[in-house]
């Protein structure tokens, strides 16, 4: 396992996300990753991609990891056109599914079993105001025990339903009000080395 995309989902608004904090924790998978002897590439989703190019890199790739600050709960709606052009497109080649897993012949098999891309691993390195305290607490308003992955499984499942093993999330929290930005660098490269390197 030595090539890995790192997906840059950042959207400007100003005032409010200037994305220089994305960009560098994606330059800081980008060196880990060298640093090990991976091969990298990037997409920039905000600067323009060609779609063909992007079907070809997930195939190319043996992990994925999307970089992205959490707007209003998910992910800029730039990203998301990106997966539905994407993967539609990685779909209609048969590169990335075939079907959902059902069959006529075997309608009892899974829904969600029609994957392709058995083998390859996919994981999320988020940006949020929201403090850790936020989650895997039953006491929490909002989230009511959720953890991160919880929260961002419609993010996920477009992975698995493509047959990607899904890795534990890494997640720059309370980025607006209590930056730590050394602090998470670091707590990202042991993120890294625990989940993506040990599983080379």
Known sequence: MKNILIINAHQFYEGI???NLNKTMANVIKDEMEKSGYQVQQTNVEL???I???VQKHLWADVIILQSPVYWFGMPWIYKK???EVFTAGMMQGAFIMGDGRTREHPSKQYGTGGKLQGKKYM???TWNAPKEAFGNKEQILFEGKTVDDVFIANTANYKFCGMEI???FSSHDVMKQPDVEGDILLLRQHLTNVIKITA
Do not use: M, T
Request: charge should be negative.
């Open 52 to 54: 063909e190019a992007e």
């Open 124 to 126: 999320l390195s988020l």
């Open 48 to 50: 323009g991609y060609e």
């Open 17 to 19: 996300s200037s994305g």
């Open 82 to 84: 990106y997966v539905d």
């Open 167 to 169: 890795l534990p999330s």
